[in-house]
């Protein structure tokens, strides 16, 4: 063996020594948590589903824990859809992280709580970060699991990371090998402390649009996110198995004021939107302004278990007087 294959060899067992130390040393509570918060998370084509059969505990930026459970079909558990249940007729709930539940325990979210208070049973299909193509994707896989269900009502509670989720996703899916880049990033952060610890340092604080100085293209109809809502409520009226289909207003907390961000530009004219594509709407801005407790996560945006509650007894009332 010649000193330079030596060399070489020294040199990788230091470096890999130094990797194994480092991703020991870097496995710290935050990061396994973040990792776990990956491992939740499955490809399903060319989005990120939640994965089925899971259970973990996370820990908030206030110390309090939440836990969340996913059944079989990768959805997260109401009362009546725990493991393969499945029902003639259903409430169904999709979006991204509002619906879902992002920060709050299973038994917090909204579908959790609508589903102890209906006789229809209510399944919770959001996930986090979709994107209006995200969503549709997700609800075409859950028509197809659950082949022999009727949705009674469909309920999307819309959010407006939906612009900064669909141009990210348009610029993604623009090329083969970005696309390739993405899959391994994300399987990577599932596995290594390293990688998931320098990700963390680039993590912004809030997951919410912070609506200051909008930028005009986002209130362009011919934003790809109005395109993409606009082929969404065509799609949804070839869907003989969907009854009615409503969307959930919902107002995210101005990062400025910590309110309600009632006079949001985006929203107003996401409403505006839906309105000219004749789609039912359940307006919640008025709600959560007059709400005499906090309703937001003040370190992050998301609506916290008052938020949740605020959205449920809204539907419920809507429900009641359908």
């Keep these: 063996m010649s000193n330079f294959t030596k060399w070489l060899i020294a040199i990788i067992s230091f470096f890999l020594l130094l990797v194994l130390i480092l991703e020991v040393f870097l496995s710290t509570k935050e990061v396994i948590q973040e990792k776990n918060y990956r491992k939740l998370?499955?490809?399903?084509?060319?989005?990120?589903?939640l994965c089925p059969n899971q259970e973990f505990v996370f820990i908030r930026k206030d110390q309090a824990s939440w836990k969340i459970t996913t059944n079989t079909f990768g959805e997260r558990i109401t009362p009546r859809t725990k493991t393969?249940?499945?029902?003639?007729?259903?409430?169904?709930?999709?979006?991204?992280?509002?619906?879902?539940?992002?920060?709050?325990?299973?038994e917090e979210t909204t579908?959790?709580?609508?589903?102890?208070n209906q006789k229809i049973p209510v399944r919770n299909l959001?996930?986090?970060?979709?994107?209006?193509l995200g969503i549709l994707a997700r609800l075409e896989k859950a028509l197809k699991d659950h082949q022999q269900t009727i949705v009674h009502s469909l309920f999307w509670i819309y959010n407006s990371s939906d612009f900064d989720d669909d141009v990210w996703f348009q610029h993604r899916q623009s090329q083969v090998f970005k696309k390739k880049l993405y899959f391994l990033h994300y399987e990577l952060s599932k596995r290594s402390s390293i990688y998931t610890f320098l990700l963390m340092k680039r993590k912004t604080t809030?997951?919410?649009?912070?609506?200051?100085?909008?930028?005009p293209e986002i209130l362009d109809f011919a934003h790809i996110t109005f395109q993409n809502i606009s082929s969404f409520v065509a799609w949804i009226s070839t869907q003989s198995r969907i009854k009615e289909?409503?969307?959930?207003?919902?107002?995210?907390?101005?990062v400025q004021t910590r309110t309600a961000d009632v006079e949001s530009p985006i929203t107003k004219n996401?409403?505006?939107?839906?309105?000219?594509?004749?789609?039912?709407?359940?307006?919640?801005?008025?709600?959560?302004?007059?709400?005499?407790?906090?309703?937001?996560?003040?370190?992050?945006?998301?609506?916290?278990?008052?938020?949740?509650?605020?959205i449920s007894r809204s539907v419920i009332s809507f429900l009641k007087n359908q």
């Excluded at 359940?282 to 938020?307: M, Q, T, W």
Aim: overall charge negative.
């Design 41 to 49: 998370h499955c490809f399903y084509e060319d989005f990120l589903f």
């Design 84 to 106: 393969k249940e499945e029902y003639p007729e259903e409430i169904w709930f999709i979006g991204d992280s509002i619906s879902y539940g992002y920060l709050v325990n299973d």
């Design 111 to 116: 579908p959790y709580l609508l589903d102890q």
């Design 126 to 132: 959001g996930v986090d970060s979709l994107g209006t």
């Design 206 to 215: 809030f997951n919410v649009i912070p609506e200051v100085n909008v930028n």
């Design 245 to 254: 289909f409503f969307v959930i207003i919902y107002p995210g907390m101005n």
């Design 270 to 310: 996401v409403v505006a939107f839906l309105q000219n594509q004749g789609v039912k709407i359940i307006d919640l801005r008025d709600e959560f302004a007059k709400s005499r407790e906090f309703p937001y996560f003040e370190f992050d945006g998301h609506p916290s278990s008052v938020g949740y509650q605020i």
